[in-house]
T-cell receptor, first 115, second 116 residues
Framework: AQSVTQLGSHVSVSEGALVLLRCNYS??????LFWYVQYPNQGLQLLLK??????LVKGINGFEAEFKKSETSFHLTKPSAHMSDAAEYFC?????????????FGDGTTLTVKP | SQTIHQWPATLVQPVGSPLSLECTVE??????LYWYRQAAGRGLQLLFY??????ISSEVPQNLSASRPQDRQFILSSKKLLLSDSGFYLC???????????????FGAGSRLTVL
């Protein structure tokens, strides 16, 4: 069984500040990990994914995430927040030979960026 | 390139009325197709998925049904809507390769349903 915990349902940062969104996972098999972003009234789109290659994964819009097996974490970071980063962010986990649609999603973290 | 279309974008329906949400994918063949529901402030709940025409798997018993009449068409239906069916419905597709756990989900723009 797999699960994802996103710590903090709401995160607020000032424009230009570091963005850190936390995700911890539980998996009995080597995990594949994803971050998706959802802008208001839109579908989700992929930010980045980890599939057992480099542990530091770079995504779109300046975001990156680091897979830390010892901490079972996959936190999302961005050095400097922009107003356009305000959205909801979802962490998801799946495993080998798992139907992608059966990925387990976290409950999401809403990011607010203050001017 | 692949695109996914979902409609209608918004609808308001009375309790007891029927529902039909449609999703089509372009630019790919034999996709896995999915319907999710997103309740306000919550994560995604997988409702149905399909790995081929006429093949539907239901994840959660409910008042809804799904059909896949064509390879790239996925329909979510209900005969009689309940208040609890309100929510944001998302269609998604993924490719079908041997290591499907690494496949990325591509989502449609969503359909917001309000049942009154």
């Amino acid at each position: 069984a797999q699960s994802v915990t996103q710590l903090g349902s709401h995160v607020s940062v000032s424009e230009g500040a570091l963005v850190l969104l936390r995700c911890n996972y539980s998996s009995s098999v080597p995990p594949y990990l994803f971050w998706y972003v959802q802008y208001p009234n839109q579908g989700l789109q992929l930010l980045l994914k980890y599939t057992s290659a480099a542990t530091l994964v770079k995504g779109i819009n300046g975001f990156e995430a680091e897979f830390k097996k010892s901490e079972t974490s996959f936190h999302l970071t961005k050095p400097s927040a922009h107003m356009s980063d305000a959205a909801e962010y979802f962490c998801a986990v799946s495993g080998p030979n798992t139907n992608a649609g059966k990925s387990t999603f976290g409950d999401g973290t809403t990011l607010t960026v203050k001017p | 390139s692949q695109t996914i279309h979902q409609w209608p974008a918004t609808l308001v329906q009375p309790v007891g009325s029927p529902l039909s949400l449609e999703c089509t994918v372009e630019g790919t063949s034999n996709p896995n197709l999915y319907w999710y529901r997103q309740a306000a402030g919550r994560g995604l709940q997988l409702l149905f998925y399909s790995v081929g025409i006429g093949q539907i798997s239901s994840e959660v018993p409910q008042n809804l049904s799904a059909s896949r009449p064509q390879d790239r068409q996925f329909i979510l239906s209900s005969k009689k809507l309940l208040l609890s069916d309100s929510g944001f419905y998302l269609c998604a597709w993924s490719g079908r390769v041997w290591n499907s756990g690494a496949n990325v989900l591509t989502f449609g723009a969503g359909s917001r349903l309000t049942v009154l």
